[in-house]
Antibody
Framework: EVQLVESGGGLVKPGGSLRLSCAAS????????MNWVRQAPGKGLEWVSS????????YYADALKGRFTISRDNAANSLYLQMNSLRAEDTAVYYC????????????????WGQGTTVTVSS | SYVLTQPPSVSVAPGETARITCGGN??????VYWYQQKPGQAPVMVIY???DRPSGIPERFSGSNSGNTATLTISRVEAGDEADYFC???????????FGTGTKVTVL
């Protein structure tokens, strides 16, 4: 079964840091570009970041550049999101998501989603 | 940055057809993806490359894209189609995914 399982969410104070992890299984992880998408409570979907299969192409939402860092470990079938200088507006469910086409670059749509991990930024 | 605009809500009676629009500047020149999200669940892709359906998605879901508007059409609407729907594109000019504002579909 194709599966993505996020972990690492929790309650953090403003200005703090958090590292999210995503464990992939059931497919050849190193052949797919990967993404993080977040959803604030009661709001729509917001793309966060994308990374290509060999990490040669990495993209971020403009508002998040400099605070968030995406990375992957193909040997461990894992995707990560390092989040620094967290703000209240970063409070959201964070989804780990697979790009639909293998080998292709980023931008083919998102066909496999994890169940999400909740990040709450509050004092 | 690129903006995608959707109507906040669409209401439809069971058995009728729901049409959800997604407006963007020359969106017809981009590939559009559509997602369905039910309360408390992760989104599910229902359309890719404007009009293709992933495996397991009913034929009642179809898509089109031309000019400045993409449309998701749900035929013979069922109670189980009640959900939020989001359009999405890859904005190659800025190397980023963009999601639409989302549309809540209510089945009357």
């Amino acid at each position: 079964e194709v599966q993505l399982v996020e972990s690492g969410g929790g309650l953090v104070k403003p200005g703090g840091s958090l590292r999210l992890s995503c464990a992939a299984s059931g497919f050849t992880f190193h052949l797919y570009s990967m993404n993080w998408v977040r959803q604030a409570p009661g709001k729509g979907l917001e793309w966060v970041s994308s990374i290509s299969i060999r990490s040669s192409h990495i993209y971020y939402a403009d508002a998040l550049k400099g605070r968030f860092t995406i990375s992957r470990d193909n040997a461990a079938n894992s995707l990560y999101l390092q989040m620094n200088s967290l703000r209240a507006e970063d409070t959201a469910v964070y989804y780990c998501v697979r790009d639909r086409e293998s080998i292709s670059g980023i931008g083919t749509g998102m066909d496999v989603w994890g169940q999400g991990t909740t990040v709450t930024v509050s004092s | 940055s690129y903006v995608l605009t959707q109507p906040p809500s669409v209401s439809v009676a069971p058995g009728e057809t729901a049409r959800i629009t997604c407006g963007g500047n020359n969106i017809g020149g981009k590939s559009v993806y559509w997602y369905q999200q039910k309360p408390g669940q992760a989104p599910v892709m229902v359309i890719y490359y404007d009009s293709d359906r992933p495996s397991g998605i009913p034929e009642r879901f179809s898509g089109s894209n031309s000019g400045n508007t993409a449309t998701l059409t749900i035929s013979r609407v069922e109670a189980g189609d009640e959900a939020d729907y989001f359009c999405q594109v890859w904005d190659g000019s800025n190397d980023q995914y963009v999601f639409g504002t989302g549309t809540k579909v209510t089945v009357l």
